[in-house]
């Protein structure tokens, strides 16, 4: 939830999907996370995967939501396959704050072609505005070796 929205005192509207009161959005929902269609797809598919928790960002997270991200990415991969799309060729990420546009941490699926330049490029993966989620894992995966070895 940006500082406006706590201002204003509007709900993140990722909570509202989740919690249901936005009605027939969900595609996919157990008690982690939960999957919906982007309202503005970027490509053929584009779904949202976020978890039930609202954590703010992929600033917020730490080696502690490895299996979550893991979770998430598996859910991603399901749902490109259920749709015909073939993992290799998608596009698993986060937008990386202040890029992000809702602040509820939110995995982009993407399969197939994308609908423009402009959103190839608003996707492209080693932008500054944009982490695929293996580099996620990776950066997280390393965070919790250095803090294994920093208590040794």
């Not at 949202?48 to 991969?77: C, D, F, Q």
Request: glycine share 4%.
């Amino acid at each position: 939830m940006t500082l406006l929205d706590r201002a204003l005192c509007r709900p993140c509207i990722f909570c509202e999907i989740v919690n249901g009161n936005v009605p027939n959005k969900l595609i996919y929902k157990d008690d982690e996370i939960a999957a919906f269609e982007d309202i503005n797809p970027a490509a053929e598919a584009h779904i949202l995967i976020v978890p039930v928790a609202h954590i703010r960002n992929i600033k917020s997270l730490n080696s502690e939501h490895t299996s979550l991200l893991e979770k998430m990415r598996l859910k991603g991969v399901d749902l490109l396959q259920d749709r015909g799309y073939e993992p290799q060729s998608s596009k698993l990420g986060f937008h990386v704050p202040p890029f992000n546009t809702v602040d509820h941490l939110h995995l982009h699926v993407l399969g197939g072609e994308m609908k423009s330049k402009y959103r190839k490029l608003k996707y492209e993966t080693g932008r500054m505005w944009y982490q695929d989620m293996s580099q996620l894992q990776k950066d997280l995966e390393r965070q919790r070796k250095a803090s294994q070895t920093s208590r040794l």
